[in-house]
């Protein structure tokens, strides 16, 4: 019998750069509990670092039960990374609704003036679906995430803006991977033990 020289776990290498609104894929080995099958939305990339977001790893504490006058809002607070836990941010899709929000892709924004975003979710004008709350982020010095990047431990794409804000479980890596098809269908069907089979 002849041996076939397959790696199933090769390593695939990022084809497009870094930068504000792309996201990153974790790959299904590296990265131990905290970002194993994580999509993280970047919304800064310079010299200086990085800064992103876990997109599908919600938490199971309603929003509203954590922040001071928000009313029936029922979204989950997601982890958003490892970094300053005890800090809120969020994404939404309610542009300039929302003053002093950076625009990260066509249509969703990070940050802007909170007393503005909770009113809008008190008036039923911001919901789950056009908000998305995470508690800390993930963070990068300068330099850091180029050189994971060279190690293929995160592979660059784009996505959806319905995809970002509609990230709320850790499926999702695997159907993202799935629609990026070729030798990421591996990484998808990849079983969380690679020595199980």
């Not at 792309?22 to 990339?45: K, N, Q, W």
């Not at 990374?81 to 005890?86: D, K, S, W």
């Not at 010095?141 to 995809?163: F, M, P």
Request: charged letters at 20%; a negative charge; aromatic letters at 10%.
């Amino acid at each position: 019998m002849e041996n076939i020289d397959v790696d199933i776990f090769k390593t695939i290498e990022s084809q497009i750069e870094p930068q504000r609104g792309r996201i990153l894929i974790a790959d299904p080995f590296s990265h131990g509990l905290v970002f194993m099958r994580s999509i993280i939305l970047l919304t800064e990339h310079n010299d200086e670092g990085s800064v992103g977001f876990v997109l599908n790893k919600p938490t199971d504490v309603c929003a509203e039960d954590l922040i001071d006058d928000i009313l029936n809002f029922k979204g989950l607070l997601h982890f958003g990374g490892p970094v300053h836990t005890n800090t809120l941010h969020y994404l939404h899709t309610l542009g300039e609704k929302v003053p002093d929000s950076i625009k990260i892709t066509n249509s969703i924004y990070w940050s802007g003036n909170f007393e503005t975003l909770k009113s809008l979710i008190n008036s039923g004008k911001a919901n789950p679906k056009t908000v998305k709350f995470f508690m800390g982020y993930t963070g990068w010095i300068g330099g850091q995430l180029e050189e994971e990047l060279k190690e293929n431990s995160w592979v660059v794409s784009t996505v959806a803006d319905k995809t970002i804000m509609e990230a709320n479980s850790i499926s999702v890596w695997n159907n993202i991977l799935s629609e990026l098809g070729g030798d990421f269908k591996m990484w998808a069907n990849c079983p969380f033990n690679p020595q199980m089979n």
